[in-house]
């Protein structure tokens, strides 16, 4: 079992920067990859961004690329989304998720609140 926290809420402004925690325990040595997600109200959840746990392999949406970098510390089993240059449509609750195959994400957290005004 991995066991995912994230932090690092909040309400900012367009142009905003925030960065996102996602802390994981437990079998973290089985960990493929996490991954970002999000969901915005009304809508289905969205990928964000991956990263994998071992290598230096990220994928990010379009909508994100060129304003968020997703990255690890593996001694402190956490992995990070920097989100520079917000932007309202980026409001939602975000969500890590790891894997231990490429094909599905088995755990998630809890989610945290990300809001950013006009």
């Known amino acids: 079992q991995v066991q995912l926290v994230e932090s690092g809420r909040g309400l900012v402004q367009a142009g905003d920067s925030l960065r996102l925690s996602c802390a994981a325990s437990?079998?973290?040595?089985?960990?493929?990859?996490v991954g970002w997600f999000r969901q915005a109200p009304g809508k289905e959840r969205e990928f964000v961004a991956n990263?994998?746990?071992?290598?230096?392999?990220?994928s990010y949406t379009d909508s994100v690329k060129g304003r968020f970098s997703i990255s690890r510390d593996n001694a402190k089993n956490t992995v990070y989304l920097q989100m520079d240059s917000l932007k309202p449509e980026d409001t939602a609750v975000y969500y890590c998720?790891?894997?231990?195959?490429?094909?599905?994400?088995?755990?998630w957290g809890q989610g945290t609140q990300v809001t950013v005004s006009s």
């Open positions: 990263i994998w746990w071992t290598a230096a392999v990220t």
């Open positions: 437990g079998r973290t040595s089985s960990i493929h990859s």
């Open positions: 998720a790891a894997r231990r195959i490429p094909t599905r994400y088995e755990y």
